[in-house]
């Protein structure tokens, strides 16, 4: 069984002919191949429209990831001398906890 028509399986010969019968009623003999072709309409364009994603997806699977750009190398850098204070010098670690 197609996989479209998989949510009418418990449907069978009598009942689809029933349904027939009332959408004949319903609409009539004039207007039942113009709601044929409007569904026809339908139903290509969905499927058009289901394929276009389907190759967009295809086609961002196949593209290779982008390459994070490469950042310019830093100018090397001179070192700084500390700034000179007047007066006591600052020891360079907090004294120890005893």
């Not at 009623?25 to 429209?49: H, I, N, Q, S, T």
């Not at 490469?70 to 500390?82: C, I, R």
Request: hydrophobic share 40%; charged share 25%; aromatic share 4%.
């Amino acid at each position: 069984m197609s996989l479209s028509l998989a949510f009418i399986e418990g449907i069978g010969g009598g009942e689809l002919m029933m349904i027939m019968f009332i959408v004949l009623l319903l609409f009539g003999a004039d207007k039942l191949p113009e709601l044929a072709r409007g569904m026809g309409k339908a139903m290509r364009e969905v499927k058009k429209a289901t394929s276009g994603v389907e190759q967009e997806i295809k086609k961002a699977m196949e593209e290779p990831p982008p390459t994070p750009k490469t950042l310019p190398k830093p100018a090397a850098s001179v070192p700084q001398e500390p700034p000179t204070t007047t007066g006591d010098k600052i020891p360079p670690f907090p004294p120890a906890m005893e």
